[in-house]
């Protein structure tokens, strides 16, 4: 299984940003994905979660994203989307996905990263 994630650049400060991040199948099937969340690291800082999503669609985020930025995710397509609007230059990090993704029926799940994605906001 493998994350792929896209929609980062540079923004200005007040705009919007959408990213997307699918999970496909490599050597291992996917049966069903369980939570999906995003997390970033911005420079010299700890890798901080923002946003996750469970499978019944309950979500939760950091404080200082609250109302801003919505996750949501399209079961269909094993994709998970995180919407940033009035994005502030301390938003600026790389944004990792993640999925805790079962392979089998039977198999524990797994938790699963994508490669990470760029955001840049400019003052």
């Known amino acids: 299984v493998q994350l792929q994630a896209s929609g980062g650049g540079l923004v200005q400060a007040g705009g919007s940003r959408k990213l997307s991040c699918a999970a496909s199948r490599t050597i291992s099937s996917i049966f069903n994905i369980l939570n999906m969340a995003w997390y970033r690291q911005a420079p010299g800082k700890q890798r901080e979660l923002v946003a996750r999503?469970?499978?019944?669609?309950?979500?939760n985020y950091v404080d200082s994203v609250k109302g801003r930025f919505t996750i949501s995710r399209d079961n269909a397509k094993n994709t998970v989307y995180l919407q940033m609007n009035s994005l502030k230059p301390e938003d600026t990090a790389v944004y990792y996905c993640?999925?805790?993704?079962?392979?089998?029926?039977?198999?524990?799940?797994?938790?699963?990263w994508g490669q990470g994605t760029l955001v840049t906001v400019s003052s």
């Open positions: 999503i469970t499978s019944d669609r309950s979500t």
């Open positions: 993640t999925a805790r993704i079962r392979t089998s029926r039977l198999g524990p799940p797994a938790d699963y």
